[in-house]
């Protein structure tokens, strides 16, 4: 019994390493000089810390300005898009708004469209507007797209939320938009800050459409830059491998910050 | 009830709540997703005023042979990304919850943590961090068969025609496999582990009841993983895009990757269109089928 426990531990244990192998390799091989990367390949141990590479790149791709582009467009489009989820399901869920069940399910469609039937319409249309290649354009498009899921999941909890709180508040002369804010907001609060977390992942991870709006410099997002630059193959082996880091750490960090919130997030969203 | 305590204005009072998506959605979605279907009638460059063609696109597509093959290496691509996914993520979660479980709830944490971590990347670091890895010259993968004595085995893995699907397969499943396995543990929770000892008092196997007992009570959560990851697999462009650019000669080619490259690299927008829309309907036709499969089971 405890030996067959043993071995399927260790079993699951050797497959985890095996998970991990890639990202122990990007980082052993990040902090390698070329040189000791073309005498003793990819699987050593650096001879020495070697801190140039990544120096190098960052430079090469103004990782800074990439990391702010990054952070400025998640963030927005987080904030953003929790805030039009709640009002529009305020008015679906709370409100029970006159063919609701209509609009939720036109969300649910909105939310599995592919971005390859919008992208080259919103490319035109932004070249129109006079938005192409700005981030504000980028912000405006996922603003929408990630509303679409957070209104259908809001819409979904909010139609079970508590009447008689609503009814009491009304009760005590407040209007909608202070119960929105006194009442609702508060208690919903676990929801939202989940969808603040995934708002802000998933913007940071997109690539598609990012790459065909942001072609400047200026503009472009940390995977539109290390996208860009893999598709080119232009990068050697030492770069290649401090590009992978430095795509990874901020995904490592969101990751060790919101563990319990993308853990419990995912259970949560799957399911309703 | 409601109606009866409220004037009927009531409902309509919350209607300027609805304004701000309603707005976002026209603008990003609708009139977007409308333009392409109209541009998928046309021949256009994407300058000057697109060519009415009618049909014509799409009876281009499908006689078709690149949007063929395309096709079925989106096939190959849902195996990776939700077949094997979901039976790997079904196996891993019931043994980690069997075995490790609750009582050493850390080492819990610290597994799901490990087979998770590739879900939070985005793609297209995944795609570096491999692109890299099976590099045919410098990358690890070679390195590792030379190291074992296996020279023999090393292949330009994402290079060459017989091993690139393959390869990519490979990738997408190391992304993927964290989801399933994170949602199959959460359902894992909920079941009544009455049922196991029930089961296990009649005598049934750690097999039988996986297949009994545990499939049965998962199903919704198997439901929706396979419907989303197979959605997800139809929109491959990211991942492919950073691994291969749809090649060697077209063999890890998607529908959505073939549609970005008449868009904007052949510049042959309304066939682009034409690719896009048949990907939506068959993204909306496999959500339906799912959802109706999905009540039927319920019912």
């Known amino acids: ?272 | 009830m409601a109606v009866l305590t409220r004037p009927r204005t009531g409902r309509a009072g919350y209607l300027p709540y609805l304004l701000p998506a309603a707005v976002l959605f026209v603008a990003v979605i609708a009139v977007p997703l409308a333009m392409n279907i109209g541009i998928s009638f046309t021949r256009w460059q994407g300058v000057g005023s697109p060519d009415w063609v009618g049909l014509d696109q799409y009876r281009t597509l499908f006689a078709d042979e690149t949007f063929w093959v395309s096709f079925g290496n989106n096939l190959a691509l849902v195996v990776a990304m939700a077949v094997l996914p979901t039976l790997f993520g079904l196996l891993l979660a019931t043994a980690l919850f069997d075995v490790v479980g609750k009582r050493y709830a850390r080492t819990t944490t610290a597994l799901r943590a490990a087979f998770y971590l590739p879900q939070v990347l985005p793609a297209v670091v995944a795609g570096v961090v491999w692109g890299w890895i099976l590099h045919p010259e410098y990358g690890s993968a070679n390195a590792l068969l030379r190291f074992l004595g296996l020279e023999s085995w090393t292949q330009n893995w994402l290079g060459d025609e017989r091993t690139a699907l393959l390869s990519v397969m490979g990738v997408l499943v190391w992304i993927q496999l964290g989801y399933p396995l994170v949602i199959f543990l959460a359902g894992l929770q909920r079941i009544d582990p009455q049922l196991h000892e029930a089961a296990a008092l009649d005598g049934a196997s750690w097999w039988q009841r996986l297949w009994a007992v545990t499939v049965p009570q998962l199903r919704p959560e198997i439901f929706v993983v396979l419907l989303t990851c197979t959605i997800a697999s139809l929109k491959s462009f990211d991942k492919i895009f950073v691994l291969t650019r749809g090649g060697p000669g077209g063999s890890t080619n998607t529908p959505a990757y073939f549609s970005f490259q008449n868009f904007f690299e052949k510049t042959n927008v309304g066939y682009g269109a034409a690719i896009a829309t048949v990907l939506t309907v068959l993204i909306l036709g496999l959500t339906f089928l799912f959802l109706r499969a999905q009540n039927r089971s319920d019912g």
């Open chain 1, 1 to 272: 019994m405890s030996l067959r426990r043993g071995l399927v531990l260790g079993v699951l244990v050797v497959l985890a390493v095996v998970m991990l192998f890639p990202f122990l390799l990007v980082l052993l091989n990040a902090l390698k000089s070329p040189a000791d990367y073309t005498a003793n390949g990819p699987l050593g141990l650096p001879e020495s810390l070697y801190l140039q590479g990544i120096v190098d790149f960052w430079e090469r791709v103004d990782f800074g300005l990439k990391l702010t582009n990054s952070t400025v467009i998640a963030g927005s489009v987080s904030v953003l898009a929790v805030l039009v989820s709640i009002l529009t399901a305020y008015a679906l869920g709370i409100g029970r708004v006159r063919g609701r069940v209509w609009i939720v399910a036109v969300f649910l469609l909105a939310n599995l469209m592919p971005q390859e039937a919008l992208v080259y319409p919103l490319y035109f249309l932004a070249k129109e507007a006079d938005l192409y290649d700005t981030k504000l354009a980028v912000i405006i498009i996922f603003t929408a797209v990630q509303s679409a899921f957070g209104t259908y999941l809001l819409s979904s909890v909010l139609s079970t939320f508590p009447r008689e709180l609503v009814e009491a508040a009304r009760i005590d002369g407040a209007g909608r938009w202070q119960i929105l804010w006194r009442v609702v907001v508060p208690i919903c609060w676990p929801t939202l800050s989940v969808l603040l977390v995934f708002f802000f992942i998933w913007t940071w991870n997109e690539f598609f459409i990012p790459m065909i709006m942001l072609v400047s410099n200026d503009n472009q997002t940390v995977p539109v830059a290390l996208g860009v630059l893999q598709g080119q193959r232009l990068m050697d082996a030492t770069a290649q491998s401090a590009s992978a880091l430095l795509g990874i750490l901020p995904a490592v960090v969101f990751f060790l910050i919101f563990q319990r919130t993308l853990t419990r997030g995912i259970a949560v969203g799957a399911i309703k």
